[in-house]
Nanobody, 123 residues
Framework: QVQLVESGGGLVQAGGSLRLSCAASGRTFSRYVMGWFRQPPGKKREFVAAISRSGGSTYYELVKGRFTISRDNAKNTVYLQMDSLKPEDTAVYYC?????????????????WGQGTQVTVSS
């Protein structure tokens, strides 16, 4: 019921910043819980951050203090601001959405996914 289109990935040096954007279709965006996940090379997909319908957020411990998730319901867009990037942040980053009522931190709990965008952090 919702399509997600990501942008903002790329190559950045360690210590740099990137902002990922995820544009969602439909007029019910404000009713979705939104999340960001990432899949490092050779690793399983892991939780990064999630944001509730009202703007409350939760983070993976290893990115807390460096990454910030936000949403603009008027623009049907969720963002992931990534600062102080490290080489271990290198991964394909995915935007996800769910029409449930609670913030979700497991990938199998989300019903809708973007195509993914590559983030590469060089030393």
């Amino acid at each position: 019921q919702v399509q997600l289109v990501e942008s903002g990935g790329g190559l950045v040096q360690a210590g740099g910043s990137l902002r990922l954007s995820c544009a969602a279709s439909g007029r019910t965006f404000s009713r979705y819980v939104m999340g960001w996940f990432r899949q490092p090379p050779g690793k399983k997909r892991e939780f990064v951050a999630a944001i509730s319908r009202s703007g409350g957020s939760t983070y993976y411990e290893l990115v807390k203090g460096r990454f910030t998730i936000s949403r603009d319901n008027a623009k049907n867009t969720v963002y992931l601001q990534m600062d102080s990037l490290k080489p271990e942040d290198t991964a394909v980053y995915y935007c996800a959405a769910d029409d449930g009522l609670v913030v979700l931190t497991r990938a199998d709990q989300y019903n809708y996914w973007g195509q993914g965008t590559q983030v590469t952090v060089s030393s």
